[in-house]
């Protein structure tokens, strides 16, 4: 069974904190993702990443940066956290393209900015 | 880029009833349509998918169907029951691209008893 987990399940910061969420996943996956979800705006990818150290923006990468130093660990930062950067956010993986599409999805961190 | 457009947002349909859930992508390239089920509070899961070279899948009380020229897939639940009730999000992804996905908004289906 492929397991994805993620540092935190709730997470308390104020505006200006630099904010770290890690994503695991146990299953030697290439492809490695972070999305928010948001009511009525559904998931939206933020980054994602194809390979160690390799990283590729998705549809709204402003404001957020990602870390990818071994394989099975892909980081999202958040510089300096604001208050709309209050969401639920969703790491997932899957193998690399042509072995398989499905996105196996980690349990999520909602976020407060304060 | 992909545009993935859903409707409805929310779906109400009485126990045992149908319900058809529709997705409309903009990128003719795109190759593949997962359907994903998201129970309130967990973390969304792979129910269905098709692949562009096939016009409908079926998997017990669940089919997807896909057409490719109107560029629209949908999904259909027949025999609706308590547990169908959950967000559920459908996507296209990109030829060519590393498994990257673009999801609609979600359509929340609630099943009455």
């Known amino acids: 069974d492929v397991k994805v987990t993620q540092s935190s399940r709730y997470l308390v910061k104020r505006t200006g904190e630099k904010v770290f969420l890690e994503c695991v996943q146990d299953?030697?996956?290439?492809?490695m993702f972070w999305y928010r979800q948001d009511p009525g705006l559904g998931l939206r990818l933020i980054y994602f990443?194809?390979?160690?150290?390799?990283?590729e923006k998705g549809d709204i990468p402003e404001g957020y940066s990602v870390s990818r130093e071994k394989k099975e660990r892909f980081s999202l930062i958040l510089e300096s956290a604001s208050t709309n950067q209050t969401s639920m956010y969703l790491c997932?993986?899957?193998?690399?393209?042509?072995?398989?599409?499905?996105?196996?999805f980690g349990p999520g961190t909602r976020l407060t900015v304060l | 880029g992909e545009n993935v457009e859903q409707h409805p947002s929310t779906l109400s349909v009485q126990e045992g009833d149908s319900a058809v859930i529709k997705c409309t992508y903009s990128?003719?390239?795109?190759?593949?349509f997962p359907w994903y089920k998201q129970e309130l509070g967990k973390r969304p899961q792979l129910i269905i998918d098709?692949?562009?070279?096939?016009g409908e899948k079926k998997d017990q009380r669940i089919a997807v169907t896909l057409n490719k020229t109107a560029k629209h897939f949908s999904l259909h639940i027949t025999e609706t029951q308590p547990e169908d009730s959950a967000v559920y999000f459908c996507?296209?992804?990109?030829?060519?691209?590393?498994?990257?996905?673009?999801f609609g908004t979600g359509t929340r289906l609630q099943v009455t008893l």
């Open positions: 997932a993986s899957s193998l690399w393209q042509g072995s398989g599409d499905t996105q196996y």
């Open positions: 299953m030697d996956h290439e492809n």
């Open positions: 990443s194809y390979d160690v150290k390799m990283k």
């Open positions: 990128d003719s390239a795109s190759n593949y």
């Open positions: 098709i692949r562009s070279n096939v």
């Open positions: 996507a296209a992804k990109e030829a060519g691209t590393a498994s990257k996905l673009t």
